[in-house]
């Protein structure tokens, strides 16, 4: 893989090895990171944990760096009529991850 690459998984958590990716964006094997799915999410993505301390070692790695987007299944819904919005805002997200844009978000917020 190139070191530019830009992984993104929206299918399921456990699908990717989370602890390598974190390993490989740490020694700069990949360029940026997009997940809408956390092996471990029940813990964080279903309700605010703004104000939390995450126990979760390989989830606090990941969101240390600047080039991964980490979203509470934004995606989930494909026939929602919230759905072309929160694409949109995703694709900017994608968008900057592949500019070197560091304005990025990470959440752990539930959805409604």
Known sequence: MKPTVVL????????????????????????????????????YFFHDCSDDVFDDET?????????????????????CPHNSQDVKGMQADVDA????????YKTCEGMA
């Open 8 to 43: 993104i998984n929206t299918s399921r958590g456990g699908l990717v090895d989370a602890k390598a990716l974190e390993l490989a964006l740490r020694k700069n094997k990949i360029g940026g990171l997009g997940m809408d799915v956390y092996e471990n999410e029940q813990s």
């Open 59 to 79: 989830l606090t790695g990941l969101l240390s760096h600047h080039n991964v987007i980490i979203t509470a299944h934004q995606v989930t819904c494909r026939d």
């Open 97 to 104: 991850l592949g500019h070197g844009d560091h304005g990025m």
